[in-house]
């Protein structure tokens, strides 16, 4: 009995001690997204994500390899702004060799908490210009000087090259980067990266609630966060040159249904590819964008139930409903392309379907009035001067016979309509007029 009680006592601290050895065994993971295109909304909602994923699943960190030419400042400002409140070390790095940081790149590059760049790439140039590539007012490169500026306060880097990339253009190499407090570090590759940044300690989380945090990222799991096939579809159709096409063309196409209406066809995709434009060029939000699209839609649906054609009402209403989808659920929110074509498939065949069954039943002959009475049978219930009256469809009718008067009991058929009187004739009563069968002949 002691022996018992000394082993489960053993087996009960043995327990007690591996714990702490459990949690220190833990798997460190760390979240990696790469921005290698022009800045767009599509950028910073995606970079936003991740932020929130590595955040709710308790990623060690969120690494962001950059190459990008630059972009929209808008959208550069959302990024900035999550980057500095986020409340997981975010780590900026500069990849590979060759790869640069420029304009929008540089703001975000140098508001993460730790900046990195590999050997080879360069930063800067954050000079901001206009839509036609001229350079912008001085009102707005004064801004964008203090928001720089701003941000190289925060994160304790070198406040006289904000001001310099923004003002004068200034780009600077890796190395020299380094040099001047630009960013952090300088090394060769994403593990060698994780590695350096190991036992390193970072403040994260908006000013009022700042707490520090110890990297653990040597031997780190990496997670690759991508774009996903709808999150670059969004990304190309932000493009500006993408934008200036869907413009032209669909500003043409809705000039041509205008001048020569037809079936619809120009119109149709004149509107998809307005509403795609100007979401391009951020005049329209995506889920403004998404909801426009919704809308036509449903429109065009009902329009193929409405006013059935070959289909070309279902069929833009079909692409329609498709890139609503693409541009309304983004995220966490997100369709699964398994979901998003099957239905939008079901939905525009079964508008087609609906507009065919319409267009049959417009064409079918008419039930009403005197055609749905022809042919009907009944017993005169009555009669009197030589018409009666028969129930037919709950409904009492004055009948009189086309060939002489009716008598009360007999079965007539109607054959035409006077007015309020129905035109009848004598109808065979059940078993009248078939001829012998063969036992009877």
């Known amino acids: 009995m002691t022996g018992m009680l000394a082993r489960a006592l053993l087996v009960a601290l043995a327990c007690v001690l591996g714990l702490p050895a459990a949690g220190a065994a833990q798997e460190s993971r760390v979240l990696v997204t790469r921005v290698d295109d022009t800045i767009t909304p599509v950028i910073a909602d995606h970079l936003e994500e991740g932020l929130r994923t590595a955040e ?4 060690a960190a969120y690494v962001v390899e950059i190459d990008t030419p ?13 980057f500095l409140s986020s409340p997981v070390p975010v780590i900026s790095y500069v990849t ?10 540089a703001y975000i590059t140098m508001s993460a908490h730790i900046a990195a760049m590999a050997p080879g790439t360069h ?9 036609q590539g001229e350079e912008a007012s001085d009102k707005v490169i004064n801004d964008s000087a203090a928001f720089a500026v701003s941000i190289a306060e ?8 904000a001001e310099s990339m923004v003002r004068e253009g200034t780009s600077v190499a890796d190395r020299q980067a380094l040099r001047d407090n630009v960013v952090d570090l300088v090394t060769p590759s994403r593990d060698s990266l994780l590695d350096d940044l190991d036992g390193r300690t970072v403040v994260v989380g908006p000013q009022d609630a700042a707490r520090e945090v110890e990297l653990r990222t040597a031997d780190a799991r990496v997670v690759e966060h991508d774009l996903g096939f709808f999150g670059n579809l969004r990304q190309w159709l932000a493009s500006p040159e993408l934008a200036f096409l869907f413009l032209s063309i669909g500003t043409l ?3 041509y249904e205008l001048a020569a209406p037809g079936i619809g066809f120009a119109g149709i995709a004149g509107g998809i590819m307005l509403v795609l434009g100007f979401v391009a060029l951020s005049v329209l939000p995506f889920n403004v964008g998404g909801l426009l699209l919704l809308l036509l839609a449903a429109g065009l649906f009902a329009g193929e139930v409405l006013t059935p054609g070959v289909g070309v009402f279902a069929a833009g209403g079909t692409v329609s409903l498709v890139m609503a989808g693409i541009l309304l659920f983004r995220g966490e929110l997100g369709v699964d392309p398994a979901v998003l074509w099957p239905t939008a498939l079901v939905v525009g065949g079964g508008a087609l379907i609906a507009g065919r069954l319409a267009w049959r039943a417009r064409r079918a002959p008419t039930l009403g009035g005197e055609d749905a009475l022809v042919g009907r049978e009944g017993v005169v219930t009555r009669a009197e001067g030589g018409a009666g009256q028969v129930l037919l469809d709950g409904a009492w009718w004055t009948v009189r016979g086309r060939d002489g008067p009716v008598g009360e009991g007999s079965r007539v058929r109607v ?11 004598d109808a065979p009563g059940p078993g009248e007029g078939r001829g012998p069968t063969e036992e009877e002949t």
């Open 56 to 59: 709710r699943d308790g990623y």
């Open 253 to 255: 196409a809705v000039l």
């Open 123 to 131: 930063i800067g140039a954050g000079t901001p210009v206009t839509g």
């Open 96 to 105: 590979p060799s060759g790869a640069r940081a420029a304009s929008a790149g």
């Open 415 to 425: 054959v035409g309509r006077e007015g309020i009187e129905l035109i009848v004739e």
């Open 154 to 161: 925060r994160r304790d880097r070198n406040t006289e090259f």
């Open 70 to 82: 630059g972009g929209l400042l808008v959208s550069t400002r959302e990024i900035v702004q999550d």
